[in-house]
């Protein structure tokens, strides 16, 4: 027995030194041999040298444009979120987002940021947004998000006062849209920033609410 038992364990050490000695030789060979795609090495040199674009976007802007984002509201549940010139200046983390409308007003010349305020257009005082678009100038830029309800509280003067920024969907905006929008004053004809939902049970991505929309481009600097 004695015998026996040291023949088996003299073979399983030469079993465990032989596996070993496969392995380490096999490592060896893949080392010397293997390669990255020229693709990956040129990714891999290139890494550092890559640049974020301002608020996500795919390319960089040109010169004399500025660089914006703007992600209407998820339902009720998730808020808005606006970004200009890689400034996020209103969205749910920094705790600055209400029910209703959410405006930015930035200075179209130099993109400082003048103002946000966020209007609560299911049970608010329609009166203040009327107040507040009046005031706008030919010189700013308003960037809009929706969030929950934009429209019950909506009415003919404020659809107007969009219109007269370049907005085509404030006309038709009503309860529970989804609504994006980037205009300004005495545009020559409509702004092409702009996205619009319809509430309908048919084709909403949430239990009563459409999907949330986004928008983001470059905007030509006011000169």
């Given amino acids: 027995m004695r015998l026996s038992g040291l023949l088996r364990y003299l073979a399983l050490i030469f079993a465990v030194a ?11 060979f893949n080392m010397k041999t293997f390669r990255l795609p020229r693709w990956m090495g040129s990714a891999h040199k290139n890494s550092s040298q890559l640049v974020k674009n301002k608020c996500g976007l795919s390319k960089s802007c040109p ?12 339902a009720n549940v ?11 200046i209103m969205s749910p983390v920094k705790n600055n987002v209400g029910r209703g409308l959410n405006i930015v007003l930035v200075d ?9 305020k ?47 920024l370049g907005s085509t969907h404030a006309k038709q905006l009503g309860f529970r849209d989804s609504w ?7 545009l020559k004809s409509k702004s092409p920033f702009e996205q619009f939902l319809k509430n309908n049970p048919e084709t909403n991505k949430y239990d009563g609410w459409p999907e949330l929309l986004e928008l983001k481009g470059c905007v030509p600097r006011k000169v």
């Fill in 63 to 74: 010169d004399n444009f500025f660089a914006f984002k703007i992600v209407s509201g998820a």
């Fill in 118 to 164: 966020s209007f609560d257009m299911y049970s608010g005082d329609a009166s203040l947004l009327t107040k507040f678009l009046k005031e706008i100038s030919e010189d700013m830029l308003v960037l809009v998000a929706s969030y929950d309800d934009p429209g019950t509280k909506m009415n003919d003067e404020i659809r107007k006062l969009f219109s007269n």
């Fill in 18 to 28: 032989t596996t070993w000695l496969f392995i380490r030789e096999y490592i060896n």
């Fill in 78 to 88: 998730v808020g808005p979120t606006m970004c200009f010139e890689d400034q996020t």
């Fill in 108 to 116: 179209g010349t130099t993109g400082a940021v003048l103002t946000q």
């Fill in 180 to 186: 994006v929008f980037l205009g300004a004053q005495n």
